[in-house]
């Protein structure tokens, strides 16, 4: 059964602390990304990864880290200098950059 | 500076009825442009992909139109059902990536 999942569903955390979303893809995708959605508001690109161990910003990095260790798992860490991390969390994966995106679930993390 | 709008950010059709949906924007040269249709709480899914050079695209019921002169995607479902009742989103090319706009909430009333 091909497809991306993310975990958790939600997550809650108090400010001041790091926290890692999971994002894990058996699609044999090459690209995958991170997107934030807040209310009202498109999706906005957080980091994208073409390939294993290459990983670039995308428009709103500030604040957050990612690794590419394995073509399956993207992990998006959300730092404390991120100033207002609460939000829905997306990954997505696509054959190459610029290929229809394949969304995960989504985490919606709140942070008080 | 660079801007992607969608029409109105809620719109309500009677079942049966043709809806339409548009997508503008300012400042890119899309190469291409998708739609994708995102269920609360839920990752989009992919609907449609049209390129620069494609003037109308076809998926049953569903009609995307792309006019780089306007700056502007249309987005068409005909016979409309209470099933595609969901918040619409279009993504243009932009570089290496897609730069989605802000997403249409559709409601399709019985």
């Known amino acids: 059964d091909g497809g991306i999942t993310q975990s958790p569903k939600y997550l809650f955390r108090k400010e001041g602390q790091n926290v890692t979303l999971s994002c894990e893809q058996n699609?044999?995708?090459?690209?995958m990304y991170w997107y934030r959605q807040d209310p009202g508001q498109g999706l906005r690109l957080i980091y994208y990864?073409?390939?294993?161990?290459?990983?670039q910003k995308g428009d709103i990095a500030e604040g957050y880290s990612v690794s590419r260790e394995k073509k399956e798992s993207f992990p998006l860490t959300v730092t404390s200098a991120q100033k207002n991390p609460t939000a829905f969390y997306l990954c997505?994966?696509?054959?190459?950059?610029?290929?229809?995106?394949?969304f995960g679930p989504g985490t919606r993390l709140t942070v008080t | 500076s660079q801007k992607i709008e969608q029409n109105s950010e809620a719109l309500n059709i009677q079942e049966g009825k043709t809806a339409t949906l548009t997508c503008n924007y300012t400042?890119?040269?899309?190469?291409?442009l998708q739609w994708y249709r995102q269920d609360p709480g839920r990752g989009p899914v992919f609907l449609l992909l049209?390129?620069?050079?494609?003037k109308e695209k076809r998926k049953e019921r569903l009609k995307v139109t792309f006019d780089t002169t306007l700056k502007q995607s249309l987005f068409h479902i005909t016979a409309s059902q209470p099933a595609d009742s969901a918040t619409y989103l279009c993504?243009?090319?932009?570089?290496?990536?897609?730069?989605f706009g802000p997403g249409t909430r559709l409601s399709v009333l019985p």
């Open positions: 990864s073409q390939i294993v161990n290459d990983f």
């Open positions: 993504a243009l090319a932009a570089g290496q990536n897609f730069v």
């Open positions: 400042n890119y040269s899309p190469a291409y």
């Open positions: 699609l044999n995708h090459d690209a």
């Open positions: 997505a994966s696509s054959m190459m950059t610029g290929d229809e995106q394949y």
């Open positions: 049209i390129r620069e050079n494609e």
